[in-house]
């Protein structure tokens, strides 16, 4: 599985932005999707997560209520909607896909990573 992300950029606070993640190669519908992020001198850390089946969908406190995902099988993509950023929303967003969950926060659950997207937030 190959994984485009795509989406990030600058945004000022309270704004919005929407990333999506293009998957290609083996069967896009029997993976886990998560999306993790990493800030500069942090660790890299779960944001949201969503099933193979797309029924069930796990998110980090701090983007509960802000944060959406979902995924559209037909453009084998998966999406993350943000609003409400904050400042300390601003990381590098990686997707990653994972054929079987233990544990969807974890990052060792998933196989395939995308290369990652910039996203800014301004205060």
């Known amino acids: 599985v190959q994984l485009q992300a795509s989406g990030g950029g600058l945004v000022q606070a309270g704004g919005s932005l929407r990333l999506s993640c293009a998957a290609s190669?083996?069967?896009?519908?029997?993976?886990?999707m998560g999306w993790f992020r990493q800030a500069p001198g942090k660790e890299r850390e779960f944001v949201v997560a969503?099933?193979?089946?797309?029924?069930?969908?796990f998110y980090a406190d701090s983007v509960k209520g802000r944060f959406t995902i979902s995924r559209e099988y037909a453009k084998n993509t998966v999406y993350l909607q943000m609003n409400s950023l904050k400042p300390e929303d601003t990381a590098v967003y990686y997707c990653?896909?994972?054929?079987?969950?233990?544990?969807?926060?974890?990052?060792?659950?998933?196989?395939?990573w995308g290369q990652g997207t910039q996203v800014t937030v301004s205060s």
């Open positions: 190669g083996r069967t896009f519908k029997s993976y886990g």
């Open positions: 990653a896909a994972g054929e079987g969950w233990g544990d969807p926060h974890k990052n060792y659950e998933y196989d395939y």
């Open positions: 969503i099933s193979w089946s797309g029924s069930a969908s």
